[in-house]
């Protein structure tokens, strides 16, 4: 049987989904249960499902269809391109326009001193790229022991075995013999959650201190990088407090560590400015991409490396590479996106128009009794809901419940809303007009009445103890 188009029946379509298709980062018994929800077209800044649900996305797909859903411009694009040159590798002395093109673009908007770009195929593969290439790096300058990586909990860097390692999500280590070795953790910046009576400020500084503790323990002759995001995205959206990244870079410089800025999801506007290293004041010697850079719309990533490091990597032969690096339709999807962010001003809209009214949107959402507090970057956000407000208090039944409660109310009511535990997560497409934040704000907030009061009717408002 084809499956090729939308008009087999929701529940044949749920039923082969079932018995064929496993599902990334997905009980899939459970989903076979209850049945993924098909999605089947999408316009601006709206998905439609099989059943014709108009839905609001405010996760632009996973934090990347930045410039909206329909896109002409990238639609031909990669038709032109694939009519021209579907693909060809850039491994034997050849390279092709796009790749060309799209890394001198990004060299343009990369901040002063990056400017050189390792294609990969997704995020993932850019920072296992950037681990063996730190690593390499190091080796090349007479420093082979200098190799161990700091990254921190609950940061996220990709799937791969690689960047799974460098993240520090603790269900992921649970599976498949990760870390691998010479990577560590540090705590995460989250004052909401791990801040207690400190003050944000105060806060920040003692976990940014964890880093050079952590330096001194290892022996800063054997570490070559610390990996982080500009804002933690897939952590639950972690703002961190103002005192926090000054002090990584003082560390850093001290000690002769690298920065692996990962600008997966803060990277090309979502936090205002081409990169989230701009906004938190960052000096970043490889800057991982992928997510908005195509807009999702094809998927490609890399890694932006600066000229000290790419100096020392192109005087060798680098064993690394991905069949796709710089696979010509996804470059030139990535182009035509970057070209379509700058004809129509996009960081213009979001730091004028769209995050002001995100800002107001989320304020007043941020009122309601079930959310604790707000942690807001440019375009991505995080509404933590909690059972005592005054306390940022957690649940007492198991962490996530609340949160999945609310996404699914989401979903009833027609808007996307993510969930990290007990956190909603908001990361619109960057294009967003106040209009439709004005209906993101009308669903989310029947989406938390409905919640709190379900919650209130399950008596599951009780504080953890
Ligand atoms: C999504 C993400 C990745 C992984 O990218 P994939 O394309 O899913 O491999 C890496 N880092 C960050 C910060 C991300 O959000």
């Known amino acids: 049987m084809s499956v090729t188009s939308n008009n087999l029946p929701t529940a044949e379509l749920q039923a082969l989904d079932a018995a064929h298709h496993m599902h990334p980062f997905t009980t899939n018994?459970?989903?076979?249960?209850?049945?993924?929800?098909?999605?089947?077209?999408?316009?601006?800044?709206?998905?439609?499902?099989?059943?014709?649900?108009?839905?609001?996305?405010?996760?632009?797909g996973l934090w990347c269809v930045n410039i909206?859903?329909?896109?002409?411009?990238?639609?031909?694009?990669?038709?032109r391109q694939m009519q021209e040159l579907p693909f060809y590798n850039t491994f034997f002395n050849t390279t092709h326009?796009?790749?060309?093109?799209?890394?001198?673009?990004?060299?343009?908007?990369?901040p002063e001193g990056l400017n050189h770009v390792f294609f990969a195929g997704s995020g993932s593969e850019a920072n296992d790229t950037n681990l063996r290439m730190v690593r390499t790096y190091?080796?090349?300058?007479?420093?082979?022991?200098?190799?161990?990586v700091i990254g921190r909990k609950n940061g996220y860097h990709g799937s791969t075995v690689g960047a799974g390692s460098l993240g520090g999500m603790s269900y992921m280590h649970a599976q498949g013999g990760m870390p691998i070795?010479?990577?560590?953790?540090?705590?995460?910046?989250?004052?909401?959650?791990?801040?207690?009576?400190q003050k944000p400020d105060a806060f920040g500084l003692a976990r940014a201190q964890e880093l050079e503790a952590k330096i001194l323990e290892l022996g800063a002759e054997n570490v070559a990088a610390f990996i982080a995001e500009p804002v933690q995205g897939a952590g639950g959206v972690i703002v961190p407090p103002a005192t926090y990244w000054p002090e990584i870079q003082r560390i850093c410089d001290k000690y002769n560590v690298l920065i692996i800025a990962d600008e997966v999801i803060c990277g090309f506007g979502r936090t205002g400015n081409w990169f989230g290293s701009t906004t938190m004041g960052i000096k970043p010697h490889i800057m991982t991409i992928a997510k908005g850079l195509s807009s999702g719309y094809a998927p490609i990533g890399g890694s932006i490396v600066c000229d000290e490091i790419a100096g020392v990597i192109n005087a060798i032969e680098f064993n690394h590479g991905y069949t796709y690096s710089g696979h010509p339709v996804c470059a030139a999807v990535a182009l035509a996106n970057l070209r379509v962010m700058q004809d129509e001003n996009v960081l213009e809209h979001v730091n004028?128009?769209?995050a002001p009214a995100f800002k107001e949107a989320l304020e007043k959402l941020a009122e309601h009794p079930l959310v604790g507090g707000l942690n807001l970057c440019g375009m991505m956000?995080?509404?933590?809901?909690?059972?005592?407000?005054?306390?940022?208090?957690k649940f007492a039944m198991d962490e996530g419940t609340a949160g999945f409660m609310c996404r699914e109310r989401c979903f009833a009511n027609n808007l996307v809303m993510r969930h990290v535990g007990d956190r909603m997560i908001i990361s619109p497409p960057l294009v967003i007009t106040p209009e439709e934040i004005a209906v993101f704000h009308t669903r989310a907030k029947l989406a938390l009445d409905d919640t709190y009061k379900a919650l209130k009717d399950g008596d599951m408002l009780k504080v953890t103890s």
């Open 29 to 60: 018994d459970e989903l076979k249960e209850r049945g993924a929800r098909v999605i089947t077209q999408a316009k601006g800044v709206y998905i439609q499902d099989s059943e014709g649900n108009q839905i609001l996305d405010a996760m632009a």
């Open 68 to 79: 909206g859903y329909g896109r002409q411009e990238l639609i031909d694009a990669a038709t």
């Open 97 to 110: 326009t796009p790749a060309i093109a799209l890394a001198a673009e990004l060299a343009k908007l990369a």
């Open 138 to 148: 190091w080796a090349e300058k007479g420093q082979p022991q200098k190799s161990n």
């Open 181 to 197: 070795p010479g990577i560590h953790h540090i705590n995460q910046p989250d004052w909401w959650a791990e801040g207690g009576d």
């Open 352 to 354: 004028n128009v769209a």
């Open 381 to 393: 956000a995080s509404l933590p809901l909690t059972p005592h407000k005054e306390a940022r208090a």
